[in-house]
Each structure stands twice: as C-alpha cells, then as structure tokens.
C-alpha cells in the first residue's frame, strides 16, 4: 500500500466496499495515513463507515430450524416428514446421519435460551415443525405439538427475546409427498391451512412470521440434485410446475396467516435470491448485476415481489413453462410486510451485449471457500443482496435471515474452541452490511446461522455451523470464540 497516500483518497477508500470488506487492510490504510496525517487533522475524517456502527434497536439475532435441532421426532404425536425418511434412506447422509436426537432442543431449550440471553440476542428465528401440528398434514390438530411451541415462545419471551417464526424449513408431512408432495397443487393449500391455524395459535405472543425457508434450494437440491429430500430428479417440466406451487402456497398461506391473526402481526418469508454482485463496482456491471438479481430470482423473490414471471424466464422455459392464471400471481404477490434474505455466497455478474445485458462469471477454480465446498467467501453479498433487491423493489423492511459459515473446529488443549476462520468470515460480511445500511437500505435484522452446530441436511454433522460448539453424545454446549465475537458485536452495536 502506497505510504504517500492522501487523505481523500484514504477517505473514499474507507468508504468504498473493497477496504469495508477488508478491515485487516484498512487498519493498514489507516497507519499510512496516521503517519502522513498533520498533527491538527480532524479525525472525523474516519467516522462512518470506518466506524462500522448499526442502528440503534437493529435486531442482533440467531436462527435454526426445527429437523436440524428439535430432535425427538417420535415424541408427542409427532408425524414422519420427508427429512425422516430421507435420512433414514442408506446413503442419503454424510454417515448415515439423521435429525432423530440431535441437539435435543425439544428438551433442552430452556438451556439454549440461557445461551442466547448470555449473548443478549433480541431475537430467535425457529422453525415449526409441520408434523408436530399436523402429524399427517392435514386433519386434526395435535395439541401436545401445540403446546410445545408455546411453551418455546413462552420462554423466549420471558427471556426477553423477540420470536421469529417459520411455518416452513423443508420438512413436509410425509403422507402429503405420498400424494404428491409440492407437485401436487392441493399441497399448497394444505400448507396455508397449517400456516393460518398454527400462527392463528401463536399470534397473541408472536409478531413476526415467515411462509417459507429458502424456495430455490428445497426446489433444486429436493427435486433436481436428488441431494436433499425428497431425493428426486425432475424434468424441468415438472421442476418448473412444482416451483410454481411452491411461490403459490407461499401465497395462500400468507393470506391465511392474515386471516387468523390480529393485525399487527407481520407477515414475510426467508428466501434466498442469488445474490448477484458486480465483478467490479461500476456503472455497467452494477446494472448488469441489477438485470440479473431480476432474472435469476424470477421463479421466486421476482415473482413474489412482481406479479409476474418475466418474459425471458418464460420464453427460456418454452414448452416447459409452468401452466398458472391471473389469480395465482395475484396470490402469489400478496403484500408481505417484510422480506428475509438468506444469504452465504456471492454470485459475480458482468455486464454482457445478449439478450439478458449480462453473463454469469464461473469461479475459478482457486476460488476460496470456507469448510463447506459451496461455501465461497464474498462478504459483498451481504451489501449487494439487499442493496439490489431494495433498488428494485422498494421493499421497506429487510431482514437478513440467515448467514454464517461451516468451520472445521477443533477443541484446543485449553477447552475452547477458537474458529478464526469463523470470526474472520463474520466480521468480513458484517461490515458490508453495515455498508449497505449506512447507503440508505432498510436491513433492521440480522440472524446469525447458527446458534448451535446443528443436523446439517446431507452433510450430517460434518458441517459445523454454529457459534456454540455441541457435544452430541453428551449434549454439551461449548460457546466459540465467534460467540464472543458476537457478543461484543451486539454489545457495541458494531462490527468489532
Ligand atoms: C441454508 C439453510 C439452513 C442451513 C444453512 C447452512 O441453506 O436454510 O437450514 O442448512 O443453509
């Protein structure tokens, strides 16, 4: 780095995403400057982004998801979901593993609320599980199901933690894939008949719920890939009808869930747009990347957001083209009162003369990573994501409703366990989420995945990615040290 550097251009460059993503080399900046620097120079100078401070009231919290963590999936009338018999099937995960104890949190909640009111989290992003309630998907309600979730909501509260609440992460009754699972358009309508019952229960003590969890990786990992349940392989006929349900359920439930709750509850979902990042920041890529947050997400966040498929997802898709009518899109677009965004890694755009104004950039090989092999490292995607997703569709409130990394961690000779790799990653995409609210986005959220090293879908429990360490056979918490790092992040409302 240039030592004779100015102090303007040392400005801009704080200010700009390149060094906000890099605060190892901004540090460095920052000591070429001092030493440039006249002794009477206003240090203001350095406030803003360098200071990497959130709003105040900014929503510091953690996520998980029922299969992952609950456990207990023969306990209290609980029904068998996709997630049962797919791990239960020999070689669908990593060792066989499956989601039937994991992290005990159906019993051992009250311990990991004590956990998250040591890190003073404001609120708990979970999951309920659809068989628990329905243990068949439809029919007749399971109050010990019920209870559950209220006993859950009931400590949260008392815990001062704000509930979060997701009607969908993936686990759909088995008896309803056995009648066709989300191809099968009258599972949508048994999801918003789940969704409104269950939120209409829980509405007096919940304010915020989400429809679903991550429309494009149950849709391709569940149904293209095979990788994930229930393990199948589509056509892209029949991929393209079962999306379409999928965005339609998301639709109806959102209806049903206003219908059964007093208003003030909000209403949104917890998507994962590819997050499309220009491979350099200007003009033509920005808008090449804009083009193509639209285009990519046009099965999804689009359509939800739009009302609409665009035209080049329909004519790419030709005769494959989902078959829907007016009434469906209008449902599908129903208002929501927030969006969450999900977001791990970065997708590169640059700005191409086709037909769509930009190409995708493969990554190179070399291309880092974190433990997760599809976990590539672009902390832009936290400033990107939301920033494009607001630019094109105003949306007024925006949550980031999932992030964080794997980690191979290790337990050290003195008891801890020290993931830099994870604080480094954390506090990376971090600040450029703080870059992307001091630009004016309206992010009021952000939830760390995950509090606990949890049942990681087919990767079983290889892929660790919570911020407290889980003893599975002895069911012993250990916080990380990006526990620590979080707790002082939310402490001091910025990135540390
Ligand atoms: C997301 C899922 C979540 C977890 C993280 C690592 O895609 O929503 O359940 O598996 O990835």
């Given at each position: 780095m240039n030592a004779n550097i100015s102090r303007r251009t040392l400005a801009k460059l704080l200010s700009a995403s390149a060094t906000a993503s890099l605060p190892a080399l901004a540090r460095s900046q920052q000591r070429a400057v001092d030493s440039s620097m006249p002794h009477n120079a206003a240090p203001e100078d350095f406030t803003g982004s360098a200071a990497r401070t959130f709003p105040q009231g900014f929503v510091w919290g953690s996520a998980t998801a029922a299969y992952q963590v609950e456990g207990?999936?023969?306990?209290?009338?609980r029904g068998l979901s996709i997630w049962d018999t797919f791990s239960h099937t020999p070689g669908k995960t990593f060792e066989g593993a499956?989601?039937?104890?994991?992290?005990d949190f159906y019993h051992l909640y009250p311990k990991d609320i004590a956990l998250m009111q040591e890190l003073d989290l404001k609120a708990f992003r979970f999951s309920v599980s659809w068989t628990r309630i329905f243990p068949t998907g439809t029919g007749q309600p399971n109050q010990k199901g019920i209870d559950f979730y209220n006993r859950l909501v009931d400590a949260l509260l008392a815990a001062g933690i704000q509930p979060f609440c997701t009607l969908?992460?993936?686990?759909?009754p088995q008896p309803l894939q056995d009648r066709?699972?989300?191809?099968?358009?009258?599972t949508a309508k048994a999801f918003a008949d789940y969704a409104g019952f269950t939120a209409g229960k829980l509405a007096d003590r919940v304010h915020q719920f989400m429809t679903v969890n991550e429309m494009l990786t149950y849709v391709e990992q569940g149904n293209l890939t095979g990788k994930h349940a229930p393990g199948f392989h589509l056509d892209p006929k029949r991929l393209a009808q079962l999306a379409h349900y999928v965005v339609l359920g998301h639709g109806m439930a959102v209806q049903a869930i206003r219908a059964s709750t007093p208003p003030g509850t909000r209403v949104g979902l917890a998507d994962n747009p590819i997050p499309t990042c220009p491979v350099i920041e200007i003009p033509e890529h920005i808008e090449a990347a804009r083009k193509a947050m639209r285009e990519e997400n046009a099965r999804f966040l689009t359509v939800v957001e739009e009302g609409r498929y665009t035209d080049l997802y329909l004519k790419k898709l030709g005769a494959d083209a989902p078959k829907f009518t007016p009434e469906d899109l209008e449902i599908i677009s129903s208002p929501l009162d927030f969006v969450g965004i999900n977001i791990y890694q970065p997708t590169y755009v640059r700005a191409d003369q086709n037909e769509a104004g930009y190409s995708i950039v493969p990554m190179p090989d070399s291309y880092p990573h974190m433990l997760?092999?599809?976990?590539?490292?672009?902390?832009e995607a936290l400033y990107w994501g939301p920033k494009l997703a607001h630019d094109l569709w105003n949306i007024k409130d925006i949550y980031i409703t999932e992030n964080g990394t794997s980690s191979s961690d290790q337990i050290a000779p003195d008891g801890h366990i020290y993931d830099v790799d994870r604080v480094m990653f954390l506090r990376n995409y971090l600040s450029q989420l703080q870059r992307a609210i001091a630009d004016g986005c309206p992010i009021r959220g952000y939830f760390l995945w995950s509090l606990l090293d949890n049942f990681?879908?087919?990767?079983?429990?290889?892929g660790r990615f919570g911020i407290t360490y889980v003893d599975l056979k002895a069911e012993k918490r250990t916080p990380k040290l990006s526990a620590h790092f979080y707790k002082h992040v939310i402490a001091a409302n910025r990135v540390v």
């Open positions: 207990a999936v023969r306990e209290d009338g499956t989601g039937d104890v994991s992290d969908y992460h993936w686990d759909l066709g699972g989300w191809e099968n358009r009258d997760s092999p599809w976990l590539s490292i672009g902390p990681e879908w087919s990767e079983g429990y290889r």
